[in-house]
């Protein structure tokens, strides 16, 4: 318009200060109405706050009372201010999630990581699977539409440490160990008696978003469960060890078989049926479970604590009674179920006894032999357990070797068999090589043997066989013989007692009995007798039989027929008994090495 003429320069300018004096003015009125707006909204939350305070210091109140501990006390104090400084989260005045998409009332959650109520019993914890994160904890989060990590401290989740103080935390050793870390961070706990919840690692391996909780003040025992001699070997492995876990509360295997025991297995009995649905079991029934409670424990005054092995009999009992149609478990059915495990696992026995039958394995049970001795070894599964006769030689000739262990020779004989032949060497210098010097090449062997040997239960069947060879006696054959020894000739208790005479009593029954067949045993092991009906009645009809002895002397008595002897007043045995017709042979073959030597 200036440019045009409809409007004169000065009106123009005129007009314009009038305009920005106007702006300065309009620009000057919005300042104070902004800050009138602050002043008027500071002062009604000022105003709200006051109004808000008295009722929200009542109902926290509340919860100061019901929680006066300190911390607890600081924390509910903060939430008490942040409610007064956060009124417009209550108001609706701003969105109900943030911009992480929580929930805005997600600030004053409470995450519970671990509820006990007063007067209830302490918790128990078994730890399965005992990973650092399942005993210390962890922190979740997930992956937002951006592939952020979106976390909360309500994300945070408690281990088995945690959920267990107060109480017991049951870990299985062999878990424990198999899991890297696990038990460095469990010591770490044990030592400061605080848990600090680790974070996890992000997706493919990138670093997850990040909370660091504090440490949780924890208070609980350890039980560690573990086979027999982990504590041993963990004592002796990590000084720590000592310091945390000081008691070792070991389980026997046994317990003792009279009125209260036979009470206690009668009532597992039947709680164990009821818990499985199973049926009743009669009396005959619940004595044939005590018997093979007592076979377990390998004694007659001991009961098994294996309950597991008798609680697997009842299961088997409980579908052979079902099978056969029965209501309850009887004596007959539980010898049932017996029969049937044992055909099981029995192939490698049955394999065995065909060899021998077919004479491929050469025993001989009948007749005399001299420096031949069928001694009983023990073949142990693990779960099935079986004896069988093993031919056991030695042989004697003039030498200065001295006696000579094949096995061992030949890398088959164990620490433990070593052992038993020095100790046979032993028994033999002193028991007659008194007043000449022992000189002789003798061997023993297990015949037919390809597996190493190990243990001292065949060493008193070594040491007739090494009589017999060096004295030139005749032994039975049809005598098997089991027995450990000492060097004072002193006969010591085996393992494997029942199985070792089964398997002989079966080779015989299949060959035929001729009533002379037996076997010599430990005296000691009287006690472990758990023999089958079948031997029982054998034995009764003089068909078969066992001679427990204590000496090496009582077993070669049996064995030859022969009365031992004593030493004379001048030291020496009468000559037709066994232990002179030994001490003059040995005492001839010393002469006859002093000869060729000189």
Not at 42 to 59: C, G, I, K, M, S
Not at 156 to 183: F, K, N, P, T
Not at 450 to 472: K, Q, V
Not at 507 to 523: H, N, T, Y
């Amino acid at each position: 318009m200036v440019a045009s003429g409809a409007l004169a320069e000065e009106e123009w300018d005129r007009r314009r200060e009038i305009y920005y004096r106007l702006m300065d003015e309009m620009r000057s009125i919005f300042s104070d109405l902004q800050l009138s707006r602050a002043a008027m909204e500071e002062e009604l939350a000022r105003l709200q706050a006051d109004t808000v305070r008295p009722p929200l210091h009542t109902e926290m109140g509340e919860l100061y009372r019901a929680f006066p501990q300190k911390q607890i006390r600081s924390y509910l104090e903060a939430l008490e201010q942040d409610i007064i400084d956060r009124l417009f989260v209550f108001t609706g005045e701003e969105p109900a999630e943030d911009a992480a998409g929580n929930r805005i009332f997600l600030r004053y959650g409470v995450n519970i990581l671990m509820e006990a109520g007063e007067g209830e019993t302490p918790p128990v914890i078994y730890e399965n699977n005992p990973t650092v994160r399942n005993l210390l904890g962890t922190i979740e989060f997930s992956m937002d539409m951006n592939g952020r990590g979106v976390m909360s401290f309500m994300s945070i989740r408690a281990g088995s440490l945690i959920r267990s103080s107060g109480g017991y935390l049951v870990i299985r050793l062999d878990d424990l160990l198999q899991e890297d870390g696990a038990w460095l961070q469990l010591k770490r706990v044990l030592q400061t008696e605080m848990v600090e919840i680790q974070p996890p690692q992000g997706m493919l391996g990138l670093p997850a978003p990040q909370i660091k909780p504090e440490a949780v003040s924890v208070d609980l025992k350890i039980i560690l469960v573990a086979d027999e001699g982990a504590y041993d070997i963990l004592y002796n492995a990590d000084s720590d060890f000592a310091k945390f876990f000081k008691i070792c509360a070991e389980f026997d295997s046994s317990m003792d078989l009279n009125p209260d025991g036979i009470a206690r297995y009668m009532s597992f009995m039947r709680r164990s049926l009821k818990f499985s649905g199973g049926p009743e079991i009669s009396w005959d029934g619940m004595a044939e479970i005590i018997a093979y409670g007592a076979y377990l424990a390998d004694q007659r005054d001991k009961l098994s604590t294996q309950f597991s092995l008798i609680s697997d009999l009842l299961a088997e009992a409980s579908y052979w009674a079902g099978k056969s149609g029965k209501r309850e478990i009887d004596g007959e059915t539980v010898q049932l179920a017996l029969r049937e495990r044992n055909y099981l696992f029995n192939l490698p026995e049955e394999k065995l006894e065909e060899l021998i039958l077919q004479g491929d394995i050469l025993i001989s049970i009948e007749g005399e032999e001299i420096g031949k001795v069928n001694g009983l070894a023990i073949h142990d599964r693990g779960y099935y357990a079986f004896g069988m006769p093993t031919l056991i030689t030695a042989r004697v000739a003039p030498g200065e070797e001295g006696l000579v262990n094949i096995e061992r020779e030949v890398g088959l004989s164990g620490e433990i068999h070593d052992k038993g032949i020095l100790i046979l060497d032993g028994y033999l210098r002193a028991r007659y090589a008194v007043d000449f010097p022992l000189a002789m090449y003798a061997t023993i062997c297990f015949e037919q043997s390809y597996s190493e040997i190990d243990g001292d239960s065949a060493s008193s069947t070594e040491m007739y066989a090494l009589l017999s060879a060096a004295g030139r006696l005749p032994l039975r054959q049809d005598i098997a013989v089991t027995g450990s020894m000492n060097q004072m000739g002193q006969i010591q208790p085996v393992g494997g007692i029942s199985e070792k005479i089964s398997g002989f009593f079966n080779i015989c029954k299949k060959r035929g009995l001729s009533g002379r067949q037996g076997v010599i045993i430990p005296d000691q092991n009287r006690k472990n007798l758990f023999l089958p009906p079948e031997i029982r009645d054998a034995v009764e009809d003089r068909r078969f039989h066992i001679y427990p002895v204590s000496t090496i002397d009582q077993g070669m008595e049996i064995l030859t027929g022969i009365p031992a002897g004593e030493p004379g007043r001048d030291g020496r045995f009468p000559p037709k008994s066994v232990n002179g017709r030994v001490e003059r042979e040995l005492r001839a073959m010393a002469l006859l090495v002093k000869q060729f030597n000189n």
